[in-house]
C-alpha cells in the first residue's frame, strides 16, 4: 500500500471512530479533507458508505439513501478486491461530494472544532543531527586601539552632557554662520534632543551634503524634525 492510501485509511479509521462516539460533525470535518480524484480512485466507495453513514446518524436518512443509490451508480459492486475506476468516474464522484457537503444538515448544538491531525507522526531517522553551535573568541586589542576606544567613550559621555545654547529662528536666517564649520551626527541629535529643531534641521542638511550615501536617511529625519516644529 502506498504512503497516500495508508494516510487515506488511517484519516477514515479515526473519522469512524470519531462516528461511533457520536461526533458526526468533526468525522465529516476529516474525510472533508480527504476528498480529491486521487481519493476516489482507491477509496471512492469507502468514501461514499462513511459519508452516508454519518449523514444517517444526523438524521437525514432519504439524504444517506440517496447518497448509497449515486455511490452504486458510481462504483458499480464487483467481487475484485481492487475494484478500478476510471478517472472520469473519480472526476465525478469528487464533484458530487463537493456539492453534497455545504448542504448536509448538522444538529444546531454541533460544535466546530479544528482538527488535530496529533494521531500520524512521521519520523526520518536517516537524517542526521548537525550541531551549529559556534563559538566566538574574542580577538586580542593592542594598547593602542583600548587608549583610543577608550578616548571616544570618554568623548562621547563629555557629548551627552554637553549644553549648546539655542538660536532663534530668526538669527538663524539672518546670520548662518552660526553652524560649526564640522558637523557630527551626535551633535544634531544633541540639538532635537534640546528642542532646538531649526538647528538640528541645518545639522542634517549639511550631514546630508557631505555624506550623499545616508542622504535618505538624513532626509527622514529631516522630515520629522519640520512637523514637530
Given amino acids: 500500500m502506498s504512503t497516500h492510501s495508508n494516510f487515506i485509511e488511517q484519516r477514515l479509521n479515526f473519522a469512524k471512530d470519531l462516528l461511533r462516539s457520536g461526533n458526526v460533525n468533526r468525522a465529516i470535518s476529516i474525510c472533508e479533507e480527504l476528498l ?18 454519518a449523514v444517517e446518524k444526523s438524521g437525514n436518512i432519504d439524504k444517506a439513501e440517496a447518497i448509497r443509490i449515486r455511490s452504486k451508480e458510481l462504483f458499480a459492486d464487483s467481487s475484485i478486491i ?6 472520469s468516474s473519480a472526476d465525478t464522484a469528487h464533484a458530487y461530494v463537493l456539492n453534497l457537503l455545504p448542504q448536509l444538515m448538522f444538529p444546531p448544538d454541533a460544535d ?26 574574542p580577538l586580542p586589542r593592542s594598547e593602542d586601539s583600548i587608549r ?41 541629535d544633541i540639538y532635537e534632543q534640546q528642542g532646538a529643531y ?30 514637530r516644529q
Avoid: C, W
Wanted: proline residues 5%; aromatic residues 10%.
Fill in 36 to 53: 480529491s480524484p486521487a481519493a476516489m480512485i482507491s477509496h471512492g466507495k469507502e468514501i461514499f458508505s462513511f459519508i452516508a453513514d
Fill in 82 to 87: 481492487e475494484l478500478e475506476v476510471s478517472s
Fill in 112 to 137: 466546530s472544532e479544528i482538527v488535530m491531525y496529533d494521531d500520524i507522526s512521521y519520523s526520518f531517522d536517516t537524517i542526521p543531527a548537525f550541531d551549529y553551535t559556534v563559538i566566538s573568541k
Fill in 148 to 188: 583610543s576606544l577608550s578616548a571616544l567613550e570618554e568623548l562621547a559621555k563629555r557629548l551627552e552632557h554637553a549644553k549648546i545654547p539655542v538660536i532663534d529662528e530668526e538669527r538663524t536666517i539672518a546670520s548662518p554662520s552660526f553652524m560649526p564649520s564640522i558637523v557630527t551626527e551626535t551633535m544634531a
Fill in 198 to 227: 531649526a538647528q538640528a534641521i541645518k545639522a542634517y542638511q549639511v550631514l546630508a551634503r557631505n555624506n550623499p550615501d545616508k542622504l535618505e536617511y538624513f532626509e527622514s529625519k529631516i522630515s520629522q524634525l519640520r512637523l
